[in-house]
């Protein structure tokens, strides 16, 4: 196998910081596959497509990002997974990259009898119709960069200044509301290790039918 990964905890950081340091990691050749773990202060982003999106009456900042889908909100009590992932180590397309992505999130729900599911159209992890978590990612050079945002004890009340995802009245749940009391970094540590051991069965597999 080839791949390698390492995690990298940061706090509670602003989103335009954690954005450009994004995109100056992918400038080169990932030789190591990177999980960014942390929280931001809040803050709507803007995905590339702008169309048809209501901006909210707020005081909270809006910003404009480059990664997949429309608008959504981050805040505190929300865990970020930034998944920096070289998908030629992997001869992955980023559409399965997302389905594994969806997978181990639903995979982590099932440790605590929550079953999740994804929705077509809208990449994504969903409880009862209820959003828990979001994917939303950038592919530069054939490497990813954005990644994953999970809701785990947040004030969710931001979401309904919006169409999350530019879905109008979707709602959104949290980790805490289905009594799964974790913090973020028990959170995140629990999926990474999902999500790496799929991406290392897909990279087995793979040698296999190459083999």
């Known amino acids: 196998m080839s791949s390698k990964f390492k995690i990298k905890y940061f706090k509670i950081e602003d989103y335009n910081v954690i954005f450009e340091d994004m995109k100056e990691e992918i400038k080169k050749p990932l030789e190591i596959n990177q999980f960014w773990t942390l929280e931001h202060y809040p803050v709507f982003t803007l995905g590339v497509n702008k169309k048809n999106i209501a901006l909210p009456d707020t005081k909270i ?33 980023i559409t399965k990259l997302v389905r594994i992505f969806e997978e181990s999130i639903i995979e982590f729900l099932s440790q605590f009898n929550i079953s999740g599911h994804p929705q077509a159209g809208a990449p994504g992890v969903y409880v009862d119709l209820k959003k828990i978590a979001s994917i939303g990612l950038r592919v530069k050079n054939n490497q990813t960069y954005h990644g994953i ?48 051991n799929k991406l290392m069965e897909y990279e087995i597999t793979r040698d296999k039918r190459q083999s």
């Open 149 to 196: 945002s999970i809701n785990n004890n947040m004030d969710l009340s931001p979401f309904s200044l919006i169409d999350p995802c530019g879905y109008k009245n979707l709602q959104m749940t949290q980790l805490k509301d289905l009594g799964i009391i974790l913090d973020n970094k028990e959170v995140a540590d629990k999926i990474i290790t999902i999500i790496k």
């Open 61 to 93: 900042p809006i910003v404009n990002s480059d990664r997949g889908g429309k608008i959504t909100y981050h805040g505190p009590g929300q865990v970020i997974i930034y998944t920096l992932i070289n998908l030629d180590q992997f001869s992955m397309t």
